[in-house]
């Protein structure tokens, strides 16, 4: 997807600080219910890591 299809801003990827998952924004989650193109900010602040179980709060963004 081309920057002018994702709202003008490319796509960010997130490292969980407790155990290195990674959420592709591009991506998304969809097994977790989270759709392909879900920005980082639109996640409830409730989601907490699907591999170890830490909060949003505990994720950094990252460049790849």
Known sequence: MSAAQNG?????????????????EEAGLPDEGIPPGTRWEDISIAWACPDCGARKDDFEMVEI
């Open 8 to 24: 003008g801003r490319a796509f960010r990827s997130w490292m969980c600080l407790v155990c290195g998952f990674i959420y592709d």
